[in-house]
């Protein structure tokens, strides 16, 4: 921070570096804690607030400036008798004379106080305010013994001394404002808990289950957030004898932020404040983490026996499912949930989370996750006063709860959101509607309209089935049960697939390279896929994939296959090679697999085994996808797009009469003339001729652009939004686009038709009437540019005039 706004040149940068470790605080005083010190001062506050006009101008003395004639160039009243240092606020001197004169420069206190005059009750407040906050500060830069957090302290300290000097509102000059990650961590778990949230973590995971159950993990989310937000940090110094290999700078950035945006201000409320999983993300809690889930689960242990019934299955069971699989995808570097494209990422509008949250992660027990990481509980740096953490039972520290309707001082009223055509409120609407389970029957396992999967989804939801990855091992010694499954895989390929050599299948499924992904069944084997993973070559080969004939056509196959896939993108192979028979081509088909290989020849040649009169077949894998849940998505997708078009049904009340003309001989008529067509809400797509040749359509496209770019109405449009201009807007647009975007990807030659190239210059206009009011330059800019675009567009022969 400059030293301008309190800060040298040297201590920590407040936006680059961070905040102060530790918290304010008198050191760890009996009864202090985030709770009652921030009530503390709240009362002291009150009191002084309270006091006399004189009293408050003895006080604000103090802190301000001389103004006698003559420069002057003392900086605060100091009284011949002074009290105790700092002076102590519910201590003021009994009488007021503002003709007492100055210590250091014989000058009166009503020379230091001339300024406030005439200074309304509450701005002087204000003041007393910061001056509470200052003396606090001085108290904990005596106290603290960390130097990082000392220096944090003392920076802030200096800040809000010159806000009383300059009458100013103490602000956090930086490099980086918050947020300092997107998406936040708010947004990841939960976005705002609020009835427009997004969950991106629990929507990429728990979607599937029933209605009934979401108020559980909404409540472990809430739970988890709400720790986050009061955790205590370690200091830089705590961290380094900890991980001495970690990058220590960005985590004293991390922590020094945290210091300045969330921690200090708890108390010292003259700072602006923010919550720890609004402006961090990923990096923040990767570094917090493996601790923090330590910690929580050993309190959990210990104030068992305090638990009401309802709330002991819940943080003893669930909990603790619910933390291990959030850290897989925390220590990921290919989990979906941090990608601001993510489906339901954090442009806060789409799905609410009361329509996605379900219930406890007790439907996955796939065990392909790697052991958490232990950590010496004792290594994590003390529990200072604001720091404090708070009970896993406990709700937010009293103080801290906001109404429902007050927002933070940097939240921002967002605008309505469309997805497409659609008003995000009727989706969530119709969301709320098949979700109920008194809306929507039960699909029965038979039905034509039941996914492949979904009775052995159903059967690993009651714990009937398990799914795990085991394999051979040359370095440790052999578990028992895990060579039992090892035998019982061996004799399930050796059944189902005659044709192979018993030996030749022993030898892969026991060989230490290969894993197999076993079904286990009652404590036994029915099927598995044996694999091999070439990470190098960014591909792994299915050797053999069977299910026992007497537990087929049961979904397994495909639920096997849906959980490999899985697997695999945790482990960032996204490529599948098999040789696959004449029976197993069908099978491989539904799984996504076809003859059309992605992976370049030179990476598999001489890396897989080529089998006579088998057919080579690949997949190729999408990261962003829960395989597991796959079909329940869609099904949901379905549902929403029925339930939409029932109620366009309904709006349209109106009953044409039926097509009389083609009894009269007409063999076709076009669309749009058909009666009703477009009330339904139906438009005629432009048709044109789609040019063939790449250089030709290169050309006429290039030449398009750049008339669209030489347009007088085109100057918002032709680079991204900045973020500073337009505060929200990657909140509100999830698609951004831009002529200086479509440029780029016309030179790299991405538009190989001209609709990716239409649908893109569209998104332009679109995105801004949608963010922009209609009565704004930016909005008919849009509107005079897409009339120009289209012209352009026909005259070029790419739609019809």
């Known amino acids: 921070m400059a030293d301008s706004a309190g800060i040298q040149q040297g201590s920590p940068a407040i936006g680059a570096a961070g905040l102060v470790p530790a918290a304010p605080g008198a050191g760890g005083t009996e009864g202090s804690g985030a709770a009652g010190g921030s009530a503390r001062i709240a009362v002291k506050k009150a009191q002084l607030r309270s006091s006399p006009r004189p009293k408050k101008l003895e006080k604000l003395g103090v802190y301000s400036s001389c103004k006698a004639e003559g420069a002057c160039k003392c900086n605060g009243w100091k009284s011949q008798n002074p009290p105790p240092t700092p002076p102590r606020t519910d201590q003021p001197s009994s009488t007021v004379n503002l003709q007492e004169p100055c210590r250091s420069c014989s000058h009166t206190l009503g020379d230091h106080v001339t300024h406030l005059e005439n200074v309304s009750e509450e701005e002087m407040n204000r ?8 003396e606090y500060l001085y108290t904990c830069v005596h106290k603290e013994e960390d130097a990082d957090t000392k220096q944090v302290y003392f920076s802030l300290f200096k800040l809000l001394r010159k806000s009383i000097l300059q009458m100013g509102k103490p602000m956090l000059e930086a490099q980086e404002s918050p947020p300092f990650e997107k998406p936040s961590i708010e947004e990841v778990i939960t976005s705002s808990m609020c009835i427009n ?9 728990f979607s599937h289950l029933p209605s009934k159950e979401r108020q559980t993990i909404m409540e472990l989310a809430k739970m988890f957030l709400n720790q986050i937000n009061y955790w205590q940090l370690e200091t830089p110094s705590q961290r380094r004898q900890r991980v001495p290999n970690e990058d220590a700078a960005g985590y004293k950035a991390n922590y020094t932020r945290w210091l300045c945006y969330c921690n200090v201000p708890q108390f010292c409320d003259s700072l602006p404040r923010y919550e720890t999983t609004q402006i961090f993300g990923q990096t923040l809690l990767r570094s917090v983490f493996t601790v923090m889930r330590k910690q929580l689960l050993e309190q959990a242990r210990q104030e068992k026996d305090k638990l009401p019934p309802e709330k002991r299955t819940l943080i003893l069971t669930h909990f603790p499912k619910f933390l291990s699989m959030l850290e897989e995808e925390v220590y990921s570097h290919s989990s979906p949930i941090w990608s601001q494209d993510f489906l339901a990422g954090a442009s806060g509008g789409q799905i609410p989370i009361h329509t996605v949250i379900s219930a406890p992660p007790v439907a996955r027990p796939l065990y392909y996750s790697t052991s958490p990481v232990t950590v010496d509980q004792s290594t994590c740096g003390s529990v200072s006063p604001a720091r404090k953490t708070v009970s896993v039972l406990e709700p937010s520290p009293v103080g801290e709860k906001r109404k429902p309707t007050e927002p933070l001082p940097h939240e921002e009223i967002k605008r309505p959101r469309v997805v497409g ?19 929507i029957p039960e699909t029965s396992l038979l039905s034509a309209h039941s996914a492949r999967d979904e009775a052995a989804r159903l059967e690993e939801r009651r714990g009937v089935i398990e799914f795990h990855v085991i394999g051979n091992s040359l370095n440790q010694k052999p578990n028992k049960r895990i060579l039992m499954w090892l035998v019982g895989l061996q004799n399930v390929f050796s059944h189902q697939l005659p044709r192979m050599p018993k030996e030749y299948i022993t030898r892969l499924v026991f060989d230490p390279k290969h894993k197999t992904l076993s079904l286990i069944k009652d404590g036994r084997v029915i099927g598995g896929i044996c694999f091999r993973m070439f990470p190098s070559q960014g591909f792994t080969e299915i050797v053999f994939c069977a299910v026992t004939s007497n537990e087929q056509v049961k979904g397994y196959g495909t639920h096997l296959m849906n959980h490999l896939k899985e697997y695999h993108i945790k482990h960032e192979i996204l490529n599948f090679l098999t040789y696959a028979d004449e029976y197993a081509i069908g099978y491989f088909k539904k799984q996504g697999f076809s003859k059309d290989i992605k992976v370049p020849k030179a990476k598999y040649v001489g890396y897989i085994k080529d089998y006579e009169g088998a057919t080579l077949m690949g997949c190729e894998l999408n990261a ?12 949901k997708q379905k549902e929403i797009i029925k339930k939409l078009i029932e109620r366009k049904q309904a709006q349209i009340r109106k009953v044409y009469p039926g097509l009389s003309c083609f009894k009269e001989g007409v063999r076709q008529i076009p669309i749009e003339n058909i009666p009703g067509i477009r009330e339904t809400g139906w438009k005629p797509v432009g048709k044109g001729k ?13 030449t398009i652009l750049q008339h669209v770019k030489s347009h007088p109405n085109a100057w918002p449009f032709m680079e991204p939004v900045k973020k500073t201009e337009a505060p929200g807007y990657y909140q509100v647009i999830r698609f951004p686009m831009d002529l200086k975007t479509m440029s780029e990807r016309l030179k790299s030659r991405y538009y190989t038709t001209r609709k990716l190239f239409m649908a893109d210059m569209q998104r332009i206009f679109t995105n801004c009437r949608e963010y922009n009011p ?10 005079l540019l897409e009339k120009f675009f289209y012209t352009k567009i026909k005259e070029a022969g790419l739609i019809e005039k």
Do not use: H, W
């Not at 969950?199 to 995971?205: A, E, G, H, T």
């Open 690 to 702: 789609e040019l063939k040749d790449p250089d030709q359509l290169y050309s006429t496209l290039k």
């Open 197 to 205: 949230g997004v969950n991106n973590f629990v929507q990429y995971k």
């Open 127 to 134: 003041l007393l305010g910061i001056v509470l906050d200052v």
């Open 774 to 783: 209609p009565e704004s330059e930016y909005y008919k800019c849009a509107n």
């Open 624 to 635: 962003s996808i829960p395989y597991t849940e796959f079909s329940v998505i869609i099904k």
């Open 421 to 439: 055509d659609i008003p995000v409120e009727l989706i969530n609407e119709v969301m709320a509607t098949i979700t109920d389970p008194a809306a």
